[in-house]
């Protein structure tokens, strides 16, 4: 039994706005990143990167920030240590998504949505499989946006991370409201034609 069972369930419309709060948090965040890494791909070995790192240091400092907005928001019943988790696996997922991938972007958005999976409160019908299967998505899509679209792939990149989070929680639990129907046995519904 977790702890967020004992707690009422959060409610769509919380959630929601928790998600939306923590993306407008991220929003200046991810932009100084962008900046900074595509002035240091731009910058020639003699000019001075510290404005590029600096940009870049500004939006990771921000990162915290967004998983503590995320977690208190939604209410998590644990939030401090969540937020610890939600760095470490952003730090972890990011830094191997963005190796593989061989581009910032796509590690971004992947390592921000594997730490929101730790930060945004979690309900019984909500399952943490589905919420990773939400990040792959974001992650992929961007990946592949990146590589098709380009410069333009990054605007709405800002808003993948969490959006793919609510967006299984909400598939999660409509499932978990059809099953119930959906395992009903079938021979009661077929025991009236037999009759005939």
């Known amino acids: 039994m977790t702890g967020s069972s004992l707690l009422e369930p959060l409610s769509p419309q919380r959630k929601w706005r928790a ?9 200046p965040g991810y932009w100084a990143m962008l900046a900074g890494l595509v ?11 510290g404005p590029s790192a600096s940009a870049i240091a500004f939006g990771l400092a921000l990162v915290p920030f967004v998983f503590i907005a995320l977690a208190f928001l939604s209410e998590h019943p644990r939030a401090p240590s969540a937020v610890v988790k ?15 991938a061989g581009d910032a972007v796509t590690g971004i958005v992947a390592g921000v949505g594997a730490g929101g999976i730790c930060a ?6 909500e399952s943490t499989g589905a919420r990773a299967w939400g990040v792959v998505i974001a992650a992929a899509y961007t990946f592949v946006l990146v590589r098709t679209v380009g410069a333009p792939a990054l605007v709405p990149a800002v808003a993948f991370p969490f959006t793919a989070l609510g967006l299984a929680d909400h598939l999660s639990e ?7 129907a959906d395992a009903s046995p079938p021979s009661a519904r077929d025991a009236h034609p037999r009759a005939r």
């Open 174 to 180: 409509r499932r978990s409201e059809r099953s119930p």
């Open 120 to 125: 945004l409160r979690r309900d019984d019908p």
């Open 39 to 49: 002035a240091l791909a731009t910058d020639g070995a003699d000019t001075d990167t």
């Open 19 to 27: 998600i939306t709060i923590a993306t407008l948090v991220f929003a």
């Open 86 to 100: 939600a760095m470490g696996l952003a730090g972890l997922v990011g830094g191997t998504v963005s190796a593989l």
